[in-house]
């Protein structure tokens, strides 16, 4: 099993541009999210998915869209890219929601927006 | 509305000495805690989780962590640390009730010295 994937690692974007990070994982897992990590603030929660066609907002879903058309794949869109978003993005995944499973977390996308 | 805090920003300890990375949570009902390690440039491991049951909790790589409900603390301990224990550590909580939301602290770095 390869877990949880994400692309690229890095990337710089100029404010007002759009991108897409990509996440995927191979544990067929129904439950999956998206976090920032910022400096002194820990994760916050973005957007999640509970299931293919299914997915709601978390703590700061402004300037974000997700889709989670397959299980496996969950991206993550930044519509208009603005300095604020300037952190490193985690996908997670855990095996079933409504269980107190741990998640697992992919490398992580740094991302720069100037 | 649910929330961690994680007091210190930095732990520095000596090799062999104990450890421990203090976490005091906030939650409606029961809690469901856990503590993550970070290694740098990578992405979050799960360390160990309290459910239900024992208040003391055994995990990975020779770490415990001990619930305290009248204190609402969950604090990571080591008997022994190692340089390699070295990295960021997170503790999360969310609701028994609420799958959804899992609430980070903002991390605690722990340094130990040969």
């Known amino acids: 099993n390869a877990g949880v994937t994400q692309t690229p690692k890095f990337q710089v974007l100029k404010t007002g541009q759009s991108m897409t990070l990509q996440c995927a994982q191979d544990?067929?897992?129904?439950?999956m999210s998206w976090y920032r990590q910022d400096p002194g603030m820990g994760l916050r929660l973005i957007h999640y998915?509970?299931?293919?066609?299914?997915?709601d907002q978390g703590e700061v879903p402004n300037g974000y869209n997700v889709s989670r058309s397959t299980t496996e794949d969950f991206p993550l869109r930044l519509l208009s890219a603005a300095p604020s978003q300037t952190s490193v993005y985690f996908c997670?995944?855990?095996?079933?929601?409504?269980?107190?499973?741990?998640?697992?977390f992919g490398p992580g996308t740094r991302l720069t927006v100037t | 509305a649910q929330s961690v805090a994680q007091p210190e920003d930095q732990v520095n300890v000596a090799e062999g000495n104990p450890l421990t990375v203090k976490c005091t949570y906030s939650?409606?009902?029961?809690?469901?805690l856990f503590w993550y390690v970070q290694y740098p440039n990578r992405g979050l491991q799960f360390l160990l989780k309290?459910?239900?049951?024992?208040?003391l909790v055994k995990g990975s790589y020779g770490f415990e962590a001990e619930f305290n409900k009248s204190q609402t603390s969950f604090h990571l301990k080591k008997p022994s640390a190692l340089v390699s224990d070295s990295a960021l550590y997170f503790c999360?909580?969310?609701?028994?009730?609420?799958?959804?939301?899992?609430?980070f602290g903002a991390g605690t770095t722990v340094t130990v010295r040969a």
């Open positions: 997670a995944s855990k095996r079933t929601p409504g269980q107190p499973y741990e998640q697992y």
């Open positions: 544990m067929n897992h129904e439950y």
């Open positions: 998915s509970v299931g293919a066609g299914i997915t």
């Open positions: 939650v409606s009902g029961n809690p469901y």
């Open positions: 309290y459910i239900t049951g024992d208040n």
């Open positions: 999360a909580v969310r609701a028994a009730s609420n799958d959804y939301k899992l609430s």
